[in-house]
């Protein structure tokens, strides 16, 4: 019998007002049932905000390094658990092993940093103008906050979102997307062993139209982080600004690795796969777009096709497959109808795979080909649209400023990539790369927990969850001044 997964709704596991469940299958095998979940309702969502709302004002007012003291210890207990959920990410998820240990350990290190935050929290002292009188600024809590996540990280996203909501003193009801719900199940079992108090962390599983759509909409929810499509952000910019909620938006992504004629082709090969097709492609941060010099792009191509083909395919639960499947039925209709698009509409050449994968037992799955364009141009649906799969376009260019050109082109700018040994060339890019981030001589995937992450154009709305900067996200900056001269004293006149 495969489990039943249940809401946390005030430290309680409970089922669903609508008495309704939905299942989640493994991608690679849909006969191997991960789990049933229950398909809440708005009631559910009133009930996990008010257990929110009340936890709140005893949360807020306990001392942040008490806080963040459960972080150490929810961090042991992910690092004992890491194998055992990895496995069950890979069940769920479908992206291969290493790369589902990889998610884990990016939710230890996240875990780590809040540990230490809380003793930090740090704003600013500053002198007044004025004698006998100081001016500081402090990071408040706000209250409830609404988390939405999406199935690609289904533990890493999660802890970016929920460790520095808590430990900054807010409480929260997560809602994970549909495909991934398991491991943020294992996620709140792991804080509440932890320690933190109940109603701090509630977990509702459903659809976004109705447990999302309420989370963004509820008077009680003071902001709403949201991790998924530029459509759908768009859409949460548009209700949370009726009433002025705070929302953090990380977006779509049409990543580009540019290839000058000087870089090391070894690196710049092995980057653009891993890039390209680490995680089947789903990342917000995936190379979609090579963007190489002329005079390298034969032999590069050449090689990277050869490359391409030999990735192994399947199942990610065996440890020498590389690739795994997309995470559902409709990601790979998408990906197919894209590679339709790229021959028919765009007319590009098909150098490499383009077919769903149907032969022995990838049959139980949705598996889907390494797929390369060459020969694509900027203006092609192809090069602009984000995909969220295993396709990547070769885009040729003459120089760095076309490159960076052809880069720019797009409406988006989360992840992009320079290699190149010429170190004019690396920081002209690095200046002129609209982008969040810029990695040279590296793949445009890997970003580190500690550091700020998001991204410009429709990519986000200015935030970057991660590092130091998640923590301003998740507060209020509170301006201080005390005046201990014993007297009425006016700034900007009794001074001047
Ligand atoms: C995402 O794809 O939404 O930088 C996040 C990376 C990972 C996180 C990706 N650390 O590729």
Known sequence: MAEVFKNLINGEWVKSKSGKTFENRNPADTSDLVGTFQLSTVDDVDAAVTAAKEAYPAWRDTPAPERAEIMYRVANIMRARKDEIAQLMTREMGKVLAETRGDMQEGIDTADFAAGEGRRMHGQTVP??????TAYVIHRPMGVWGLITPWNFPMAI?????????????TIVIKPA???????????EILDEAGVPKGVINYVTGSGRVVGEHLINHPDVKGISFTGSSDVGKRIAEATGKTLKRCSLEL???????????????IALEGALWGAFGTTGQRCTATSRIIVQEGVHDEFVAELVKRAKALKVGNGLNEDVQVGPLVSEAQRQTVASYVKIGQEQDKAELVCGGHALIAGDLIKGWFFEPTIFDKVTPDMRIAQEEIFG???SILTIKNLDEAIEV???????LSSSIYTQDVNNTMRAIERIEAGITYVNGPTIGAECHMP???????????????????EIFTEMKTVYIDYSGKLQRAQIDNK
């Open 252 to 266: 779509g992504g049409k990543n580009g690795q540019i290839v000058m004629d000087d870089a090391n082709l070894e």
């Open 158 to 170: 999660p802890t970016w979102k929920t460790f520095p909501a808590i430990t900054t003193g807010n």
């Open 128 to 133: 007044s103008e004025l004698r006998n009188k």
């Open 407 to 413: 880069l720019n082109g797009t409406i988006y700018g």
């Open 390 to 392: 295993p396709v990547l």
């Open 178 to 188: 549909t495909d991934t719900p398991a491991c943020t199940a294992r996620l709140m």
């Open 453 to 471: 992450f998001g991204g410009v154009k429709e990519t986000g709305n200015g935030h970057r969850e991660g590092g130091w900067t998640a923590y």
